[in-house]
């Protein structure tokens, strides 16, 4: 079956530091997504990415974010200049035209020292 | 703002009851209800989901009600087992291009043996 992976699946950095999370969706699949979770908390939307480019992004996603499918397979999330607040559990979800079923990834804990 | 009232936040069931979760949202222009699963440490996965046509759908021991009217749709897991501990979700999808799931705070559900 096919399915959504990300790395790594724990990602320590420095405070100010740049990271880069890595995603790869479901092949057929046309819209791609990014949430986070913090610790014991509710999920909250990122950004959405469709036909190469930004369809919505949420307040979260500010000028330290930004998303890019450099390739056929690869779906990556970069925070520029990691802040502690941005300590969580990042996921990524895709899903095609014809379902709206969001497969998701297992996840990338990113802690910021 | 929030836009999805999940509850209740926790819930302790004993093997073979009823679990039932609710959830209520403000926007009417959602358009998929999905509720999500997730396992320590684990993304979350569908579970179920539901149109706003129909008033009900089951699938094995998961049904979902939908009150179309009342704003509200609720997840009932009929025998529930130790397997089912997990954390839920609903995550209701705006409607029309607007693909991005918006997140109740989740239900913490422990099944005793």
């Known amino acids: 079956e096919p399915e959504v992976t990300q790395t790594p699946s724990h990602q320590v950095t420095q405070m100010g530091q740049e990271v880069i999370l890595r995603c790869v969706p479901i092949?057929?699949?046309?819209?791609f997504y990014w949430y986070r979770q913090i610790l014991g908390q509710k999920v909250e939307f990122l950004v959405s990415?469709?036909?190469?480019?930004?369809?919505?992004k949420s307040e979260i996603f500010d000028d330290q974010f930004s998303v890019e499918r450099p390739d056929g397979s690869n779906f990556t999330l970069k925070i520029r200049s990691t802040k502690l607040e941005d300590s969580a559990m990042y996921f990524c979800?895709?899903?095609?035209?014809?379902?709206?079923?969001?497969?998701f990834g297992p996840g990338t804990r990113l802690t910021v020292l | 703002q929030q836009q999805v009232k999940q509850s209740p936040q926790s819930l302790i069931v004993q093997k073979g009851g009823i679990s039932i979760i609710n959830c209520a949202y403000e926007n009417t222009a959602f358009d998929y209800f999905p509720w999500y699963q997730q396992f320590p440490g684990k993304g979350p996965a569908l579970l179920i989901a539901?149109?706003?046509d129909v008033s009900e759908k089951k699938e094995g021991r998961f049904t979902i009600s939908f009150n179309k009217s009342a704003k509200q749709f609720s997840l009932h897991i009929m025998d529930s087992q130790p397997g089912d501990s997990a954390t839920y979700f609903c995550a209701p999808k705006g409607g029309g291009n607007n693909r991005k799931l918006i997140w109740g705070l989740g239900t913490s559900l422990a099944v005793n043996p």
């Open positions: 979800a895709s899903d095609g035209d014809a379902h709206i079923e969001q497969f």
């Open positions: 990415f469709y036909n190469n480019e930004i369809s919505e």
């Open positions: 539901i149109r706003p």
């Open positions: 092949s057929n699949h046309l819209y």
